[in-house]
């Protein structure tokens, strides 16, 4: 059994992360080491390290976890006065070598890029860039943004991203090395979260402030969508470079990506995803004798379910955390088990009760009809489940892999074919409405696209698939 044959949690698939900070008198490597660590949930296919040192930019990257790519010698040898790193999931370009980040390219301005997000606009840019000569070794978009940086002919690395920023399409949340220092910026929309932060009298940027956190940062504030913030000798230098579009931020980063110690738009994300299981018990309740959640992703708002709803919680469902990333196939006669290399039921938990199983989201339906079933079987008399965001049916062209509608088991049926499909008593999701009063924001500000299929940026509808550089390598 490979690993794609095991059925996986039905949530999103993730994205990436991103750091970078200019600290001299630090060891900016071995920081940077750590912000990547607390970001590690961001993406687990690949991650590196650049650093810049008298005007030299040297980067490590490698397919692996933080801890797996890295080791002391690795980051002795990174030395310097500034650096940026990346975790990845891909969204777009497959998992290979070429598409781990950093990506360094030469040019006019010699610049290391880490990018979280996903351009609509990736396929005409590369054209456009091929048609003048400029060559790629990988397949993802963040390459482009990399290589129109390099490739630009003003003066100055500020001047070069200035024009560059506002001719990208979608979301992206960068960050920029070179030998002045570090470069951020964020799409005119903010879809993608940046935090700044502070260490001593420097200064930090990552894609959450848990990051900050373990490497004993000051989260400052976040940096504004289309905004640049400079990091260097200087200082923080900022400027706006992209305008005119309505703050779009992901909720679902509110749901389900952030890490539940980091803090979005003001908001401490375990305090949040609480009150979304709150508030689902108020607007879908129902007689149980315990409630249970999908672990990991479900425990905030499963406690807020129970304490809203006064049914006790208990850990019905074990989970394993090392088997994500296990390659050995475990054999013909260990393959009906496969769902339980992740999870095991507690009968004692949950035989002869009626059980509610509270999650974050559910996109597939694979892993939770598995669920339904393993609970069944432990001796559960009744199976509701109560997922804590709204249904998934629009799939994301801003930097998370969510699949086509036509895999969403949301997407054309009604709630109550979904819980025929998935063998539940009954299925209740949290409302749009109660989303927003969780979060104490509203529409206005946010993408809710996967649930609503309204997208903020325009010629969405017309955005590259995720192999879309892959296959037009293919067609040259």
């Known amino acids: 059994m490979t690993p794609s044959e095991i059925p996986d949690r039905d949530g999103p698939r993730d994205e990436c992360g991103v750091f970078g900070l200019y600290a001299p008198e630090s060891d900016v490597a071995r920081l940077t080491y750590f912000g990547l660590y607390a970001l590690q949930h961001r993406g687990q296919e690949s991650a590196g390290i650049a650093t810049a040192e008298d005007g ?36 777009t370009g497959s998992s290979a070598w070429e598409n781990a980040q950093p990506i360094y390219r030469q040019g006019q301005h010699d610049v290391a890029l880490a990018h979280n997000g996903n351009l609509i606009n990736a396929v005409e840019l590369h054209a456009e860039l091929r048609d003048q000569g400029v060559t790629f070794q990988s397949t993802s978009d963040s390459e482009i943004i990399a290589a129109m940086i390099a490739n630009h002919p003003a003066a100055t690395i500020q001047e070069a991203i200035a024009d560059v920023v506002p001719r990208l399409e979608g979301a992206f949340s960068t960050v920029v090395l070179t030998s002045e220092g570090v470069f951020a910026f964020r799409d005119a929309a903010g879809l993608r979260p940046l935090a700044l932060g502070r260490i001593g009298d420097r200064y930090v940027v990552a894609s959450e402030t848990c990051a900050l956190d373990i490497v004993g940062g000051q989260h400052l504030r976040d940096v504004l969508p289309g905004e640049m913030v400079g990091l260097g000798e200087r200082g923080i230098e900022t400027q706006m470079v992209a305008n005119g579009q309505r703050p779009a931020f992901c909720v679902f980063e509110h749901i389900y990506f952030a890490r539940p110690d980091s803090i979005l738009e003001g908001n401490r994300t375990q305090v949040s995803r609480r009150r979304m299981g709150e508030i689902l018990a108020r607007e879908s309740p129902v007689e149980a004798d315990v409630v249970i959640a999908v672990p990991d992703s479900g425990n905030p708002a499963a406690g807020g379910f129970a304490t809203e709803s006064g049914i006790p919680r208990d850990d019905g469902l074990i989970k394993n955390r090392y088997v994500a990333r296990t390659f050995i196939q ?68 801003y930097g998370i892999d969510m699949s086509t509608p036509q895999e969403m088991i949301a997407h054309d049926r009604t709630v109550d074919e979904v819980a025929a499909e998935l063998g539940a008593d009954s299925l209740a999701y949290l409302s749009l409405q109660g989303l927003y009063e969780a979060i104490g924001s509203d529409r206005s500000t946010h993408c809710d696209a996967c649930f609503t299929g309204e997208y903020p940026l325009e010629r969405s509808g017309d955005a590259n698939g995720k192999f879309a550089l892959e296959e037009l390598a293919v067609v040259r």
Do not use: W
Request: a positive charge; aromatic letters at 4%; charged letters at 25%.
């Open 56 to 91: 030299h930019i040297m980067a490590v990257r490698d397919l692996g976890l933080v801890s797996q790519v890295f080791d002391e010698q690795k980051l002795r040898a990174l030395t310097g006065s500034a650096a940026i790193g990346h975790v990845r999931y891909s969204t």
């Open 330 to 397: 475990p054999g013909q006669e260990l393959r009906k088990n496969g769902l339980k290399m992740k999870f095991n039921p507690m009968p004692e938990v949950v035989s002869g009760k009626r059980v509610v199983v509270v999650d974050d989201s559910i996109v597939r339906g694979n892993t939770t009809r598995h669920l339904v079933k393993m609970l069944r079987d432990a001796g559960a008399t009744e199976v509701h489940l109560r997922i804590s965001a709204p249904p998934i049916r629009f799939p994301c062209h």
